[in-house]
Nanobody, 121 residues
Framework: QVQLVESGGGLVQPGGSLRLSCAAS????????MGWYRQAPGKQRELVAR???????HYGDSVKGRFTISRDNAKNTVFLQMNSLKPQDTAVYYC???????????????WGQGTQVTVSS
């Protein structure tokens, strides 16, 4: 069984910073990519940032230049450093991993439970 556990959300003022963490654990054979998505009330879930095992990064247009994704491969953990936060960054942030579990024969998407980020004065 595979679990993704997020931490680091909270309330921050506009212009502030937060760092999210997500640790993948369980019967993991290999991880192809890890990343973050977010969903604001009444909106669709959207890509925030994604990091592949090969080191390629992909960012949503609205966060480029402000957010940075990184990963600790040894700990199967991905981080999201969020700077210059804006009220429109308010959302539930979900960790995602595309990975192969032991006993499985294919890559599958796994999701964390989500962590709330609120940007408000």
């Amino acid at each position: 069984q595979v679990q993704l556990v997020e931490s680091g959300g909270g309330l921050v003022q506009p212009g502030g910073s937060l760092r999210l963490s997500c640790a993948a654990s369980g019967s993991i054979s290999s991880i192809d990519a890890m990343g973050w998505y977010r969903q604001a009330p009444g909106k669709q879930r959207e890509l925030v940032a994604r990091l592949t095992s090969g080191g390629s990064t992909h960012y949503g247009d609205s966060v480029k230049g402000r957010f940075t994704i990184s990963r600790d491969n040894a700990k199967n953990t991905v981080f999201l450093q969020m700077n210059s936060l804006k009220p429109q960054d308010t959302a539930v942030y979900y960790c995602n991993a595309l990975l192969e579990a032991y006993g499985d024969s294919r890559l599958r998407n796994y999701w964390g439970q989500g962590t709330q980020v609120t940007v408000s004065s």
